[in-house]
């Protein structure tokens, strides 16, 4: 794919600095993705997405298949036309969410027959499908479609469910061709077991792809055993080419993965945070909803550059977030959103200066100060 | 008050184009207000209220004083700074509210004891405590504090609210006092009864205000009843200060009374309605969650320039909406503020022209095509 490339600009240790250069726009890695399930960023405008340093932003197949529909979006001129997101998107397969969010699941190898939790309608997700109808949606990266094994998983149990992804890799390969100006992701799998991860990788090799995620993981695994699977699994996926790890995650999970080799992260969590009362900042969660902010004029982090940190005090966001007011929602997501770009920017330029390492360290020892000092 | 001036810039008719010049800024007349009740605009930030045309906004006292407190509010630098808008704000004095929201109320001649719709604590309002907490909210313009006579009533019954109301209005007068850089603004009561109504905007002259609000009306009689009133009581208030039509409100509300000599407006009808899927265009009220909405590329208002007319189409309006997702109410709401803004800035521009006549001829026309036509 002439069209879309990744360029490595600094490497320091097994992290790298780069960009994913798609005709959309360019993504700068390590890169997070703020996750827009049905259409839209959860409380935020694209604009203010845009503002908080995003490059690409992440849709989910499943939702938008079952509200307001693929074809329906594709009629309406795509994805990004329909909400106002001129960025790259990536789209993931609906794999996962189909089997934790869909009722009456049968999975078969031909794919997954569903009812939709929305309004009971039956479905079928399958590699077939699940191209065609990111392809209608008109995804920058569409995602190969598989099963994300659950954990824990024993290991014959891990093995059948990973090579079932592989053949479900090789069809997704299959039936989205070689699209201009669009990507293909294939998914490792493996649980944690690192031959099966060895394993996937070389499959998905042999079948070539634009990208390699590494799925499976941040599961309830919890982040030692995720770091283990980490210290190996990035690199047995070609160095020439992103490295995504799916739905993580935690600040420090994400400064712990790019130390491993990973270069695009998307999760839900500072978006959902932003909505339940929860800030992250350099020194840590601020739960807003904490009577402790009630009066409290500071910002929720003096030192952001947010919106919601130049404009309003702990006290006003504690006020509209009891409230039950949008507006705390609306603040509290834009500096959750805000903060993880940051944090990402922080990494690319410690990679550049090769600092990773005291990067991380200070990372570490800013937030172990935990929240701000007692007024 | 020196530094709380009304100019009128242009009559016509009876209507007047003005400004109301005030420390924190100019408010151009006549002026709609939005509602930001517990210390927002709902489901906006205040720089987009600003961007609608916003001289001005509204805070509800008896919202504040209950949660987060107007101590609360003073201790943290007051309305302004605590909600982030620094241009005007007008406050009510909470005796609406009161009335319609409280619990176990009691009305005697000293005010209004009530249990809290929140919590149920006890707390009472009388002219001097609402004036004290519109001074710790620290509003440009404070309203006295009145009863709203429940409609309909017969006309003893208005004649004793309105002199109760009279005397509060005097009493606030003194508690007031007169506080540079801010205006004390009586409100005329007397239900649909033209001597009352006269009886109590000469009750008002008497003790002598910044404005006067024309209070009473909007409250079930229907749009008929109250241009009846309209008719005659702007014109028994003084003609040099402004005239504020309180809780009013529907578009064409807004234009009737412009044409009577109304210059303030304030209502909840463009938030709340943008919530609750109706968006107010020129061509009538649009109801987004309709689904003949579901397929349709246009925006609500083609030649509208508010950011949901200019980014996104009724079909994206509609699943949104249907999805229960935020950006619905940030979208619905600033088309229709922006909306409102714009019909005064017609009609301030009409009456520079004097031509409101032909403005409102139009306007109705308009009104009368009915939303788009059929795709």
């Not at 190996?232 to 080419?241: E, R």
Request: charged share 25%.
């Amino acid at each position: 794919m002439t069209d879309f490339q990744f360029k490595i600009d600094a490497r320091d240790g097994r992290a790298r600095k780069g960009r994913v250069i798609a005709p959309r726009g360019e993504i700068r890695t390590p890169a997070f993705m703020p996750v827009g399930t049905a259409g839209t960023v959860k409380a935020m405008l694209p604009e203010s997405v845009m503002a908080t340093g995003a490059d690409i932003i992440l849709g989910n197949t499943y939702h938008l298949m079952l509200r307001p529909g693929a074809e329906r979006v594709a009629e309406l001129g795509g994805l990004h036309q329909f909400m106002n997101w001129q960025k790259p998107i990536l789209t993931d397969s609906g794999g996962f969410q189909v089997m934790s969010l869909a009722e009456l699941r049968k999975l078969t190898e031909e794919g997954v027959r569903f009812a939709s939790h929305i309004d009971g309608g039956r479905h079928m997700l399958s590699p077939e499908s699940s191209m065609e109808i990111q392809r209608l949606l008109g995804s920058d990266i569409a995602m190969a479609f598989d099963e994300c094994t659950p954990f824990p998983a024993e290991k014959d149990i891990a093995a059948t469910s990973m090579r079932l992804s592989m053949r479900w890799a090789q069809r997704s390969r299959k039936a989205f061709g070689d699209r201009s100006g669009h990507a293909l992701f294939g998914i490792q799998q493996g649980c944690v077991f690192s031959d099966l991860r060895e394993e996937s990788a070389k499959s998905l090799q042999e079948i070539g792809f634009e990208g390699y995620a590494i799925g499976g993981l941040a599961v309830g695994e919890g982040q030692a055993q995720m770091f283990e699977v980490l210290d190996y699994a990035p690199g047995m996926l070609p160095d020439d080419k992103p490295r995504y790890l799916m739905g993580v995650g935690k600040p420090d999970d994400l400064v712990g993965a790019v130390l491993r080799g990973v270069d695009m992260f998307d999760c839900v969590l500072p978006t959902r945070s932003g909505r339940t009362g929860q800030a992250f900042t350099r020194r840590g969660v601020v739960n807003i909803k904490n009577a402790r902010h009630a009066a409290d004029p500071r910002p929720l982090d003096p030192d952001c550059t947010c919106p919601a940190c130049q404009g309003y005090s702990r006290a006003y966001l504690h006020h509209v977030f009891k409230a039950g007011e949008i507006i705390a929602s609306m603040l509290m997501t834009w500096h959750n959103l805000h903060y993880y770009q940051e944090l990402m920017a922080g990494m690319r330029a410690a990679i550049a200066d090769g600092d990773l390492i005291g990067f991380a360290r200070r990372f570490e020892a800013q937030r172990s100060e935990g929240d701000l000092e007692p007024i």
